[in-house]
């Protein structure tokens, strides 16, 4: 048997390592992609790199999350933005283009390339057969830097799609069925293959659904196999040569195997507070909604959109919800527009916001107090959506069309006739007059930085003893949006690590700032799958900026404990994960001797508070280890770039 596209990817791209599951390898990076909320610290450590230019294939700076600007914060990171791209040989999408992940997908995705993006669903590109992956600011900055990305080898899971969907029932529910059978922590170590008859009655915006909310199941990322569906959208798109064949399925050898009979699948819905509390939406039928938000990165494209059009033409939104809708791109907006789907969603009372993330990330649009939210983003976790009592619910747009016209949670199979006739364009409007090209000559552009934005803080080296108090104790699941929260007025301190730190665990304790510095510093208690959701490695660089100097939890998320060990902090695990219950927040812990334990990958964490011991272990590789020793892998990229020099 042959081996899977994910590993025919991998292979030729690999630069070290051995292809077991488990094993640290490197990889080549092809393309990478930035957007403005996490992009500001990614160029400023870029900078800190001395590299001239990117040594990218192509790399793309992205303005799409923070364009409400209120205040000056937001358009000098812009401008910062603007120019940086503009020195060092890097596109800028500007706000207003849409949404990078789309974007990317329309206009720069190659299938069988790499992609590194600073977002944690820049998997959505797997929709065209190329292996994209989230990561933090800094593994970019690398990247763009010419090193090759360190992760760790997946497993490759086959998911054989057969049958096809009924018209009310979307793409948004092959995933939501996802997360319901394996949870936000079934996906860690591991890729979703998709084949099978199924996948060649989904179109690649369909595709890119499923894989941009596989980050909901904590994948590394998720691949479709390039087809005769990729080729007709990269020809609509006027990018015909780039597409090749790429194969998935039967012939090739697999770690696991998953089926979906596409026909079985009815609308479903994933309720408060976590992706995988899904159910059908028959079930709660008549759960009255205050509110409905069409639109993001999972579920703002093209098909999304006109499918919810021919549901809301010639209707009006229930008078008692709250309609609006965040197209995901320039492009797609403009023939909605010319194609007059527009009108029907205006007429129909829908409010059209910017072509930006928005309300994804609590950027607008917070429900009132104790709503009920139908939206068709993919994280629903506590407070995201800038109202810390909304309950919000995720949905496909077919649904959330027919709930807001009803005003309560409906599917959308009284208009299946009106749904079943969608046709993919032959031809999408293409526009890339605001992609800025950079200069040629990068040497005569000046980056602009406003006050807001400050240098990178300073990494000391770890020492062989830690000793501190548990600040805090958390439960399993808990996300980047928990620890550093997306809400606009934080976001806008992204590249100001003093004041961004003031908001650690602000959503959940609002005093553990204050218990951090009058300790200076400690450590982190958490159950399973801790860091999940974002890639903000601001979740990692405030918490060290505060003196956290390691989490210890029965479980992490991938790209977090990544960033962690990026920034110095140690994320280790529970040998014994029953022990987590034995530890309580203000007890006393030490570990000494970590230069070897670290090395040892055994580390033996003292309670002087309840005078035991609990065994540790940790799976970083060698370099990470080096990384947390030397404080930040700054340090350690730095040494190499001089070592180059010399
Ligand atoms: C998100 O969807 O949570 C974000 C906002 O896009 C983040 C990135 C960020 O925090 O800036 C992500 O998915 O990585
Ligand atoms: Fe933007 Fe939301 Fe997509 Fe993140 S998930 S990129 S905030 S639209």
Partial sequence: MGENLTRRIIREHLVSGNMAPGEEISLKIDQTLTQDATGTMAYLEFESMGVERVRTELSVSYIDHSCLQVGFKNADDHRFLQTVAAKYGILCSRPGNGICHQVHMERFGVPGKTLLGSDSHTPHNGALGMLAMGAGGLDIALAMGGQPFRVKMPKVVNVRLTGKLKPYVASKDIILELLRRFTVKGGVGKVFEYSGPGVETLTVPQRATICNMGAELGLTTSVFPSDEQTRHFLKAQGREECYKELKTGGDYAYDEVVEIDLSQLEPLVAQPHMPDRVVPVAQLEDLKVDQVWIGSCTNGNYHDIVQAAKILKGKHVSPNVSFSMSIASRQIMHMLSEEGWLNDIIDAGCRILELTCGPCGGAGQSPCSGAVSVRTNNRNFEGRSGTKDAKVYLVSPETAAMTALKGTLATAKEASELLADYQEPERYHIDDSMILAPAADGSCVEVIKGPNIKGLPEFHALP??????????????ISTDHIIPALPEIVTFRSNIPAISEYVFSGIDSDFVKRCKEKQGGFVLAGK???????????????????????????????????????????????????????????????????????????????????????????????????????SVLRLAAERASNEKE
Avoid: C, W
């Fill in 464 to 477: 062989d003893t830690v000793q501190g108090e548990v600040l805090i104790k958390l439960e399993d699941n």
């Fill in 529 to 631: 799958n801790y860091g999940q959701g974002s890639s903000r490695e601001h979740a990692a660089l405030a918490p060290k900026y505060l003196g956290i100097k390691a989490v210890i939890a029965v479980s992490f998320a991938r790209i977090h404990s990544q960033n962690l060990a990026n920034f110095g902090i140690m994320p280790l695990e529970f040998k014994e994960a029953s022990d987590y219950e034995r530890i309580d927040q203000g007890d006393q812990l030490e570990i000494s001797g970590l230069d070897q334990a670290l090395d040892m990958h055994r580390v033996i964490l003292k309670n002087l508070s309840k005078k035991e011991s609990y065994e540790l272990v940790h799976h970083l590789s060698d370099y990470q280890i080096r990384s947390i020793k030397a404080g």
